[in-house]
Structures are given as structure tokens and as C-alpha cells.
């Protein structure tokens, strides 16, 4: 029914194209054996006329535009704009310019130009469609696009056209800026797809300029043009890209990717437990369609990733553009508590006196008396015996040693005493001991950290300051014994 439907479009196109906005490039009456010839050699030919709100015109100056694929009613292809087109078109015979710049890993780089953007070659204009509304909308541009082609736009005011160096248009490159087809029909490919696409590519218009659309390496096959007008043109229906995998909870749980401006999908996934994961990206939400894996390969195995931590953040980013697609995850770890600063993280054994760590002075810049400094410790031995320690004479450092709190399992601490800062802002902390390993310092400086200020059990009953400092019965203020806050009178 469609394809009937189609042919009498066709047909009929000077009855019913004011009515729909749509233009068929190739009719029933026209053959490409021998070649109709739609627009001769460096002729400005009007087309899609009953079109309201804007006017169109395609040029050569080098070659004739003919009809290239006759029109076959059984040949259709239904484009991203959900409209149906017939796969028969017409084409000029003279190359438009301009070329992109390829990056290291083959990709190409918007903006950077190997061969100007422009529609003069050998001296003649190249094929090329031109657009001049009258009023704001959308033109879809429905064309077999060549999968290695370079596609291009321009936007040029009115009143600058006689100043324009038409060999040279890299100053007005709008919305198409040389990048090729997609698979899927969109624009964007910084690689060439794997063949010819058949596509309605979307152009806004708006009065007050005149719009240049060409195609480089090539010429634009072109096979219908279609106009929207209004402020909200018809949606295109775009590829959804989805993570899916044991990443988000299991194999039957999409979590949709948000597309930014530069054309990559990004998948933000929150308080993600620590383990190992593996996921995929898909498309449309469905294993019968395209799928990539490991190395952004389609159809390849799982990717793997590891999250070291609960309630971590995995940032994943899908460029579908390149090929192999570019696919990129990033754990992101929980911040630490308000107020604990990480002083050393690297895990050290300490199974024999010799085995010591020093801690930097730049590391306590901004201690103050009070502040603890927890280590936290795993594979505790029964010979445990850690010690603060001064970092030049390897002496113990008494004003940690005697308040040093080891009945906590996983952690051993002690307080900052105010006449402890100075040396560690300048000398730093050296660590001795054996009978465990090391896993992580910190110096926790959140108020409420004095609460676990706690004397070791051969210092039980002393007293502590707020500050942290050994104080005897004489001190009046609020103190600290045995764990426990008291007001001393």
C-alpha cells in the first residue's frame, strides 16, 4: 500500500507537492538510459516550485545535473524523519570542496581544514543546492550520501552574498561541517561508514539568509527535498544507546545514554558497589540490532571494568562515529568524610623493625592541635607493636606514644598535642613498628573526632584537654578521660 501510495506522488507531484512540502527529485516519466538532463551545465535551476516558504535551486557550472537512477516504485527507503522516499535521484557531475584534517587515531577533526570548505573547483562551480526561505523551518535533504563523502553547509546572510569568496567558505560552515554519513542515517561519522547511506539530513532555516548545502568528494545524489516550517520541526527519530550488563544491575536492565553537543553518548552510573562488572553498549535496546564490546567492536565480548570501592561513580562515553567505536568508563571513588585527609594510602608490611614510612611535612599544613591521626591497619600479628615515631633521630615521639589509643580493631590513633605542629609542618611523621600491614593514614579533623581520643590501658585514668594534651587533676575546663568528656573544677 505505501509503495502505490508513493507512485502516485510521484506522478502527480505538481498536484499534491504544495500540499506536503515534499519534492521528488526523479518522476515516473524520467529515465536515466538515456540521461534526463534536470538542470544544464552553469544554469541556476529552480526546483521543488510549489513548495511554499522557501525557494530552491541546484547548480553546476562544470557538468549537467540528470537523473541518475530511474524512479521504481518497488525501491523506497523510510528515512530518520519517519517519511518514506523513493531511491532514485539525480546528480550534477562536478566535485564540491573541502576536506578534514585526521587525527592520530584516524579520526577526523571538525574545524581543521586539510582542503577548504568551498564550491569553485578548476575554476567552475560545483554541484550544490541552494536554499532561500522565506520563513523559519526545517529542510530535510533526502539523498543517497556516499559512505566516505564529506558533507558540508554554509549560512550566509543576504546582504553579504557579493562579498563572498565562494572558493573559500569556511567562514559561514554551518551545521555540517565535513563529516560523513552514519549507518543509522544521522550525520556525524569522523570515519567512513561501511558503504552508501541512504538519508533525510536535517537543515533549520530562517529568513534573511541564504543556505549552500554540497557534498565533497562527490556530488549530492540528491533524491528529494522536504520542508518543515514553523518553529518545531518534524522529530527525527534518533538511535538510542544504552549501557547494559551486570554494571547497572543485570542483562535485562537498559540505562539510557544522554547524546552532548559533540556527538558522544555519556552513561552516568551512581553508588555502584565495589566488584568486578562487565556491560556492552546497544542499540535501541535490542541484541537484534548493533551491539559493541571490548575495543568498541560490534559483536565483540564483554567489557570489563573494576570498582575498588562502594558507592562509586562509573562514568561510561560511546562514540558510535568512529570505527571501531570509541568507548570509554571512569570509576570515580566517594569522597572521603568532611574533614579526614588521606596522609598516606599505599599498603606497607610492617613485618620486621626495619620496615618504617615517613609521612611529608607538606601532608600537615593544616593541622591543629586536636586533630587525630588514625592508622588503619589489616593481618594484626601477636607481636603488634606500632610506633610514632621523629623522622631525623628515629626516637619515639612521646607526645603520640603515650596517648596513643590501640584497642580499636582495624585502627590504631592519637591526638595532635599543640606542641607537636611545628615539627610536623617542617619534619613530618615517621611510622615504626611490626606485626601488621599498613593500609591507610589520616588525619581526621572533624570537632567531633575528639570523642575517640582514648588512653592506651597502661595510661588508664589520664586526663586530656580538648586539644588533646596530657593535663593532671590541677586543670580546670572541659577535659578528657578514659573516652569519656567531663567538666574539671
Known amino acids: 500500500m505505501r509503495k502505490i501510495l508513493l507512485s502516485a506522488v510521484a506522478l502527480l507531484a505538481a498536484v499534491s507537492a504544495k500540499a506536503q512540502g515534499t519534492w521528488y527529485a526523479v518522476s515516473a516519466d524520467m529515465t536515466d538510459d538515456p540521461a534526463t538532463v534536470v538542470s544544464p551545465k552553469g544554469e541556476e535551476t529552480a526546483v521543488a516550485t510549489d513548495i511554499e516558504g522557501a525557494e530552491f535551486f541546484i547548480t553546476d557550472g562544470g557538468e549537467n545535473w540528470e537523473c541518475k537512477s530511474a524512479y521504481d516504485p518497488e525501491k523506497v527507503f523510510t528515512a530518520n524523519n519517519g517519511k518514506d522516499y523513493p531511491k532514485a535521484y539525480i546528480q550534477g557531475g562536478t566535485n564540491g570542496m573541502g576536506a578534514l584534517n585526521a587525527g592520530e587515531d584516524g579520526n577526523l577533526i571538525p574545524g581543521d581544514y586539510k582542503t577548504a570548505p568551498g564550491l569553485i573547483k578548476d575554476g567552475s562551480t560545483s554541484a550544490h543546492l541552494k536554499i532561500v526561505p522565506s520563513t523559519k523551518g526545517t529542510v530535510y535533504v533526502a539523498a543517497k550520501y556516499g559512505k566516505n563523502k564529506a558533507i558540508w553547509a554554509a549560512k550566509i546572510a543576504n546582504e553579504e552574498l557579493e562579498d563572498v569568496d565562494y572558493s573559500d567558505l569556511s567562514a559561514y560552515i554551518y551545521n555540517y561541517e ?154 570515580t571513588a566517594p569522597e572521603e568524610p568532611a574533614g579526614n585527609t588521606v596522609l598516606w594510602d599505599t599498603e606497607t608490611a610492617f613485618d620486621s623493625w626495619s620496615a618504617t614510612i615517613v609521612i611529608e611535612a607538606e601532608k600537615f599544613a593544616n593541622v591543629k592541635a586536636g586533630d587525630i591521626i588514625r592508622v588503619s591497619y589489616k593481618d594484626k600479628g601477636g607481636d603488634f607493636n606500632p610506633i610514632y615515631k621523629h623522622v631525623d633521630d628515629w626516637s619515639d615521639w612521646t607526645d603520640f606514644q603515650d596517648a596513643i589509643n590501640k584497642d580499636n580493631e582495624g585502627y590504631f590513633e592519637a591526638p595532635v598535642t599543640e606542641g607537636a605542629i611545628a615539627e610536623l609542618q617542617s619534619k613530618g611523621l615517621r611510622f615504626q613498628g611490626v606485626g601488621f600491614t599498613l593500609t591507610k593514614v589520616e588525619l581526621i579533623s572533624d570537632a567531633s573526632a575528639i570523642n575517640s581520643v582514648k588512653a592506651a590501658k597502661k595510661f588508664e585514668g589520664a586526663i586530656f584537654n580538648v586539644a588533646g594534651q596530657k593535663v593532671n587533676a590541677s586543670y580546670k575546663g572541659l577535659v578528657i578521660k578514659d573516652g569519656k568528656k567531663y567538666i574539671q573544677k
Open 178 to 331: 565535513g563529516l560523513f554519513i552514519q549507518a543509522d542515517g544521522n550525520y556525524g561519522g569522523k570515519v567512513a561508514a561501511e558503504s552508501d547511506t541512504y538519508a533525510a539530513l536535517p537543515l533549520d532555516v530562517e529568513e534573511g539568509y541564504t543556505y549552500l548545502f554540497w557534498v565533497a568528494g562527490s556530488k549530492i545524489m540528491l533524491a528529494a527535498i522536504d520542508f518543515v516550517t514553523g518553529d518545531t520541526p518534524t522529530p527525527i527519530e534518533e538511535t538510542v544507546y544504552s549501557v547494559i550488563g551486570t554494571i547497572n544491575g543485570n542483562w535485562d536492565t537498559d540505562t539510557d545514554m544522554t547524546k552532548g553537543e559533540d556527538g558522544v553518548y555519556t552513561a552516568v552510573l551512581e553508588n555502584v558497589a565495589a566488584g568486578a562488572y562487565e556491560y556492552k553498549i546497544r542499540a535501541n535496546h535490542s541484541w537484534d540490532g548493533d551491539d559493541w564490546g571490548e575495543g568498541g567492536v560490534k559483536k565483540a565480548g564483554n567489557i570489563k571494568i573494576d570498582v575498588e570501592k562502594d558507592g562509586s561513580t562509573v562514568t561510561i562515553t560511546f562514540d558510535p562515529s568512529t570505527d571501531p567505536a570509541t568507548i570509554t568508563d571512569e570509576v
